[in-house]
């Protein structure tokens, strides 16, 4: 059986998968190559190099596993025609991002940048800046799924109270609220943070308006570390040039890379990350924990993996 990588890896995962598996040819290829992808039973990928003549020639594919949360920018209708199983690696980036996000909130709170900024100008001014506490906020969290769950927890453990917005409002962990994202406009007003996990879907799309901008309190955060469709960008850029609210962290956009010319760059009260947020030198370790058993399921014959992905609904 050929299981192909459409990306190359450190050494020691590449001879940790070939002992574990003798019975598997592994071929690890930075980028596609067609000769191994028309050859290749199983796929493993990150998603964002695969075209629809892709999936046509690889003939034998039955399986795509996905070293990554999002399957937007893959040919979805193709591969559904084909029944070609998919799975990616939900859950993993919990860990690394639930940091992004408290270090994002806990600098913006007690006003690192002021800080480092008096640091690079030799400045010392203890009475400057405007620090607050974490400590007694309410976070609102759309979309508290593995990482959202990860997410509250730690900020409970700060005296945050979480509420989260699902599709179906039912109760998820480490909230202390939950209701459906139907209800979303109902609990704007009640968050001193709101924190969007959202994947991209067609109901996910320009979800937010600017009419929930104004429904957020002056001094909220809000911070899309989902998808940057979530949001138009003169949407965001107008709600923060009219101080509708205080702060916006955006580790994506709706258009990436963000362009250089970006009106969003000039902002003052806006931290943008490079959709970095899940980066770790423990990243395709973690994917690999989630690959090896369901390999060892389709060694078997079995399909019952973790993570298995409806790739007409987008997750």
């Given at each position: 059986?050929?299981?192909?990588?459409?990306?190359?890896?450190?050494?020691?995962?590449?001879?940790?998968?070939i002992e574990q598996f003798p019975n598997v040819d592994f071929s690890f290829h930075d980028g596609i190559d067609e000769e191994l992808l028309a050859q290749a039973d199983v796929l493993v990928t990150y998603g964002e190099d695969l075209e629809d003549e892709h999936i046509a020639c690889a003939r034998n594919l039955k399986w795509i596993f996905v070293a990554s949360a999002g399957i937007e920018l893959m040919p979805k209708e193709t591969i559904a025609k084909r029944n070609i199983l998919v799975?990616?690696?939900?859950?993993?980036?919990?860990?690394?991002?639930a940091e992004s996000i408290l270090a994002h909130i806990l600098a913006i709170k007690r006003d690192l940048p002021y800080i480092y900024n008096n640091q690079r100008n030799k400045i010392w001014n203890k009475r400057g800046g405007s620090p607050t506490e974490l400590n007694g906020s309410t976070a609102l969290i759309i979309g508290p799924g593995a990482i959202g769950a990860e997410i509250g927890r730690i900020l409970q453990a700060f005296d945050v109270y979480?509420?989260?917005?699902?599709?179906?409002?039912?109760e998820a962990p480490f909230m202390n609220e939950t209701y459906r994202i139907h209800d979303l406009t109902k609990q704007l007003p009640k968050a001193d943070i709101i924190i969007s996990i959202l994947p991209s879907t067609d109901e996910t799309k320009y979800?937010?308006?600017?009419?929930?901008?104004?429904?957020?309190?002056?001094?909220?955060?809000?911070?899309?570390?989902?998808?940057?469709?979530?949001?138009?960008?003169?949407?965001?850029?107008?709600?923060?040039?009219?101080?509708?609210?205080?702060?916006?962290?955006?580790?994506?956009?709706?258009?990436?890379?963000?362009?250089?010319?970006?009106?969003?760059?000039?902002?003052?009260?806006?931290?943008?990350?490079?959709?970095?947020?899940?980066?770790?030198?423990?990243?395709?370790?973690?994917s690999l924990e989630i690959f090896k058993p369901s390999l060892k399921k389709w060694l078997n014959g079995e399909t019952?993996?973790?993570n298995k992905v409806d790739m007409l609904r987008g997750y």
């Open positions: 059986m050929q299981v192909y990588f459409t990306f190359d890896s450190r050494p020691d995962l590449q001879q940790d998968l799975s990616n690696v939900r859950g993993i980036h919990k860990k690394p991002m979480t509420i989260g917005c699902n599709r179906s409002g039912n979800l937010l308006q600017y009419e929930h901008f104004q429904l957020m309190r002056e001094s909220a955060i809000f911070m899309n570390f989902g998808r940057g469709d979530l949001v138009e960008t003169d949407v965001i850029y107008r709600a923060l040039k009219e101080r509708q609210i205080s702060h916006a962290v955006l580790d994506v956009c709706e258009e990436e890379p963000l362009p250089s010319d970006n009106q969003l760059w000039e902002l003052d009260n806006i931290t943008i990350s490079p959709h970095c947020s899940s980066h770790s030198s423990r990243y395709l370790e973690r019952d993996f973790e």
